[in-house]
């Protein structure tokens, strides 16, 4: 059976999770959920996900829904195939470590700042709704502090968790693509630095982003 993907076309949850599938050359029928619609509210995907939201899996009958647990549970699945390298073997305890450090930072440093940025400047600009420019200068001011310990990082290596590129860093290509849309203060965030624009250019021209960005399609 071939692995489904029950995702928005384009939100960014369900392209972080499509981008994993196609790092690792894992074949999958994409069936849309309409946000619009309210389908992810639907009796029928709440059985699926109780929290009514996107993205959600099944893998020949084991289903999952969260997309960073997704990505890590397709990593360590696959773990033969495609790009190598992106979860370490739990055998090896520092490389874990600082895995799992890189991977909190890309949660707890730069999601909450840059999703709220790009909700207000682009998403809420886009429906014709009110645009929250306090919270948004808040969220500039802490991401930029947290970019800028990203570059004192990627100063002295090529991704988060080291030489090799991991989950950590992939998880970053939704929102991060984002920013460059959301206008004054937020559109230079990463291309001002350029450790962190180096690294953010050789995420964005990985194939797999290619294949989504533009949204997701089947691939079986």
Do not use: C
Request: hydrophobic residues 40%; negative net charge.
């Amino acid at each position: 059976m071939v692995l489904k993907l029950y995702a928005a076309p384009a939100s960014t949850a369900s392209l972080r999770v499509a981008l994993i599938l196609h790092e690792k050359e894992v074949p999958f029928e994409f069936h849309p959920i309409y946000l619009r619609n309210k389908e992810q509210k639907s009796a029928d995907f709440l059985e699926k996900n109780p929290f009514g939201q996107v993205p959600y899996v099944d893998d020949e009958g084991f289903g999952l829904y969260e997309s960073r647990a997704i990505g890590r549970y397709i990593a360590l699945k696959y773990a033969g195939q495609g790009t190598q390298g992106l979860i370490p073997p739990q055998s090896d305890v520092q490389a874990t470590a600082i895995f799992e450090r890189a991977a909190s930072l890309e949660y707890a440093q730069f999601d909450a700042h840059a999703s709220k940025i790009v909700y207000e400047r682009v998403f809420h600009t886009a429906m014709g709704l009110p645009v929250d420019e306090e919270a948004v200068k808040y969220a500039i001011d802490q991401l930029s502090a947290k970019l800028d310990a990203y570059e004192t990082i990627l100063s002295k290596q090529a991704y988060l968790a080291g030489e090799t590129v991991t989950l950590a860093d992939l998880y970053h290509i939704p929102w991060g693509n984002l920013l460059s849309r959301a206008g004054e203060g937020a559109s230079d965030l990463i291309t001002s630095r350029p450790s962190v624009s180096r690294w953010f250019e050789a995420l964005v021209v990985r194939p797999s982003w290619a294949a989504v960005h533009g949204g997701i399609s089947s691939t079986n």
